[in-house]
């Protein structure tokens, strides 16, 4: 089945307790993406990227870390999490992302509720 | 960057009726607006989506509709269902880089039976 699955789908830690959380696709795509969703505020990306190796910011990237060392495989890392960054976070991924590209419906995982305490 | 404001945050409609939901964004460069259905526990999932080089465009019951010059898009559902009932998200793909994607703040949609 075509998915993106994220691990683990809830986590409780504390402040300043490194955390990574993994994002996989099997679909093949070029295009992988992190957004975080808190109430009021819609989803707002962190991170994305167009390929292994290529990472930008988004629109909230302080305190988040990403790596693309695989084209599935897009973890998401919290070197020192603090309180704000408790939210619900989605990976998602698309075939491409170039503009003007044809393919650009993102899939979702199913999101990893975060909480720092 | 881009910005995207959506409206109403949220919406009551009896089944049947049609249901309306606005975005305004600032870029005017912006070139492709998805819209996004999350149901309850889920990530989201598009319906429909539109490019800037077309004004309208339509899926069953489900239509969108661009306005280039004022920079705005709004999404129209006719003959509602209760498995309409969602929160809905439009968004904007910013034109610095082409790969960057704005949310709006979400419509939670209530379909009365």
């Known amino acids: 089945e075509a998915q993106v699955t994220q691990n683990p789908r809830y986590l409780i830690t504390v402040t300043g307790k490194k955390l990574t959380v993994t994002c996989s696709q099997n679909m093949n795509h070029e295009y992988m993406s992190w957004y975080r969703q808190d109430p009021g505020l819609g989803l707002r990306q962190i991170y994305y990227s167009m390929n292994v190796e290529v990472t930008d910011k988004g629109d909230v990237p302080e305190g988040y870390k990403v790596s693309r060392k695989e084209k599935r495989n897009f973890p998401l890392i919290l070197e020192s999490p603090s309180p704000n960054q408790t939210s619900l976070y989605f990976c998602?991924?698309?075939?491409?992302?170039?503009?003007?590209?044809?393919?650009?419906?993102?899939?979702f995982g199913p999101g990893t509720r975060l909480t720092v305490l | 960057g881009e910005n995207v404001e959506q409206h109403p945050s949220t919406l009551s409609v009896q089944e049947g009726d049609s249901a309306v939901i606005k975005c305004t964004y600032s870029?005017?460069?912006?070139?492709?607006f998805p819209w996004y259905k999350q149901e309850l526990g889920k990530g989201p999932q598009l319906i429909i989506d539109i490019r800037s080089n077309v004004g309208e465009k339509k899926d069953q019951r489900i239509a969108v509709t661009l306005n280039k010059t004022a920079k705005h898009f709004s999404l129209h559902i006719t003959e509602t269902q209760p498995e309409d009932s969602a929160v809905y998200f439009c968004?904007?793909?910013?034109?610095?880089?082409?790969?960057?994607?704005?949310f709006g703040t979400g419509t939670s949609l209530t379909v009365i039976p």
């Open positions: 870029d005017s460069a912006s070139n492709y």
């Open positions: 968004a904007a793909r910013g034109s610095n880089t082409g790969n960057q994607f704005y």
């Open positions: 998602a991924s698309s075939p491409s992302g170039l503009a003007g590209g044809y393919y650009n419906e993102q899939f």
